[in-house]
């Protein structure tokens, strides 16, 4: 009993730190009609910077990390793409109303990670004085692209049995022409590499790794990181309230799924970091940032991946449950992950 009371505290202290309040208080001037808006520009500039802040932080730890250390996250970050994929494609295609294709669509975008929301929770694992391993951020890539190809090919294979059961043909290719063949799965990761958010970071951990941008991180990334922060949360609250109304346009399980989804893979995540804690002395830290990687859903990199390699799923069902459920649930959920870190491993 008084464990579960130290993890509700823990969360209610959470709770008030200024990126869960930016957040909240995005969705309530949504709520209330607010005409405050972010110009679209502003948006992906702030998202950038933070990209490569988390690039250059992770490229810089990785000159001096242990490989082993990294490798046992980074196989494990990558297995949770895959497999949350296939576990939420699996739950959707048993529900009515749900597409083989939408489906995919939809487990592909929560097995992909969320940039805002790892920011957001570095931001509060800083905050608190929480140390984690500098290469964390490098992790996003493997889960990122793990769970993208996974759900892409997972959805075109399906379609092409549908196709040939009913005596007709299927096509694809990298943005939906072509034929599906080994070019496919090229065509993906070369989009999904290219996209604007794994550009961003992998430029990062490049400049990191192999330059010397320590003075630059120290004296602007660094400082502008939680400021930025903020006003991407209060962005991120207005437009998850704003897209709430995309979900009455599909099945109710999408409701369903993007508030239960984040929790599960989170849980998921953290098991997995407690296996490389105890395999390579994993820090309470890093568990917390692979849990919430593993929650997150893709608000970047993601959609515009599945617009061009699926066009025939419907944007509604998987941007609507990702960004107007999926992205706040899982950040709302990082103070049960601290708390659950702190309850098994202590900091």
Do not use: C
């Amino acid at each position: 009993m008084e464990t579960l009371i130290d993890i509700a505290t823990t969360m209610l202290t959470q709770m008030q730190k200024p990126t869960m309040a930016f957040l909240i208080g995005g969705m309530m001037l949504a709520a209330l009609g607010s005409k405050l808006e972010v110009p679209e520009p502003v948006y992906k500039f702030i998202v950038i910077l933070l990209l490569l802040k988390i690039g250059l932080g992770a490229g810089i730890s990785v000159r001096e990390a242990d490989l082993i250390a990294l490798a046992v996250p980074a196989v494990g970050a990558a297995l949770l793409g895959v497999a949350i994929v296939l576990l939420g494609g699996r739950a959707l295609a048993m529900s009515s109303g749900v597409s083989r294709m939408d489906g995919m669509a939809t487990a592909g975008l929560f097995g992909a990670v969320s940039a805002s929301t790892l920011a957001a929770g570095m931001a509060m694992l800083d905050a608190e004085g929480i140390e984690y391993e500098g290469f964390v951020g490098a992790l996003y890539p493997f889960m990122d692209v793990a769970a993208l190809i996974t759900a892409i090919v997972l959805a075109r294979l399906s379609a092409a049995r549908t196709a040939q059961s009913q005596g007709g043909t299927m096509t694809m290719g990298g943005n939906g022409n072509g034929a599906f063949n080994g070019d496919v799965i090229k065509g993906i990761l070369t989009d999904t590499l290219r996209s604007p958010a794994i550009s961003a970071l992998l430029l990062g951990i490049a400049i990191g790794l192999f330059a010397r941008p320590e003075a630059v991180y120290e004296s602007f990334y660094e400082p502008l990181f939680r400021g930025l922060l903020s006003v991407l949360m209060l962005i991120m609250g207005m437009e998850a309230w704003a897209r709430l109304s995309e979900l009455r346009k599909v099945a109710h399980v999408y409701i369903i799924y993007g508030v239960t989804a984040p929790i599960i893979h989170g849980l998921m995540g953290f098991g997995v970091g407690m296996i490389a804690h105890e395999l390579t002395g994993f820090s309470a830290g890093g568990v917390v940032l692979l849990s919430i990687m593993a929650a997150s859903s893709s608000d970047i990199s993601g959609p515009p991946t599945m617009r061009g390699a699926l066009p025939e799923a419907n944007p509604s069902a998987y941007v609507g449950a990702s960004t107007s459920l999926g992205t706040p649930v899982a950040i709302l959920s990082i103070p049960l992950f601290i708390a659950l870190a702190e309850a098994a491993i202590g900091f």
